[in-house]
């Protein structure tokens, strides 16, 4: 079954820390993106890539990175610098042609110890 | 004037009755409009989307209605179920902008028995 899977689905971080959140796909999608939902606020993007080696600043970047090596992968790294991170993170990819709708994973929820 | 407002908050249906979840926009721009609907723990799911070009879309028990001059769109559940119960969310992209959604912030459906 074609899908998006994110792992794990619960993080802790400590203080100080770096987590990386795993984001693969398997429907040949061109874009994809990461999300956080946090209770009451909708989704807001973090990230997001068009293409392989190629990535842009969503609207909350700070504090996060990401890279894009292959087709079907995202990581998402929550940087120490990231005072809050305590949220749920979704990712979600899309084809690159025209009006086609975004297929999320199931999530990871981040919290800190 | 990226933003999306969603209304109510939440909501309390009775089993068959029709739920009414409306969204507005500000940026004209703005040309596809889907909504997501999402049950605990598990990513966003696409539900029914919209394109400006149109006044109203169906599909099954779910219906878009769209208001362009008073930017404006509204999901319509008709006889609601208790499966029916999760968080809609409305959002809207624009053309050549990688596909990016904005979202509302969402709105928790409960359908009682």
Known sequence: DGGITQSPKYLFRKEGQNVTLSCEQNLNHDAMYWYRQDPGQGLRLIYYSQIVNDFQKGDIAEGYSVSREKKESFPLTVTSAQKNPTAFYLCASTLYQGFQPQHFGDGTRLSIL | ?113
Request: net charge positive.
């Open chain 2, 1 to 113: 004037q990226q933003q999306v407002k969603q209304s109510p908050q939440s909501l309390i249906v009775q089993k068959g009755g029709i739920s009414i979840i409306n969204c507005a926009y500000e940026n004209t721009a703005f040309d596809y409009f889907p909504w997501y609907q999402q049950f605990p723990g598990k990513g966003p799911a696409l539900l029914i989307a919209i394109r400006p070009d149109v006044s109203e879309k169906k599909e099954g028990r779910f219906t878009i209605s769209f208001n362009k001059s008073a930017k404006q769109f509204s999901l319509h559940i008709m006889d609601s179920q208790p499966g029916d119960s999760a968080t809609y969310f409305c959002a809207a992209s624009m053309t050549g902008t990688a596909s990016k959604l904005t979202f509302g912030t969402g709105t928790r459906l409960q359908v009682t028995l």
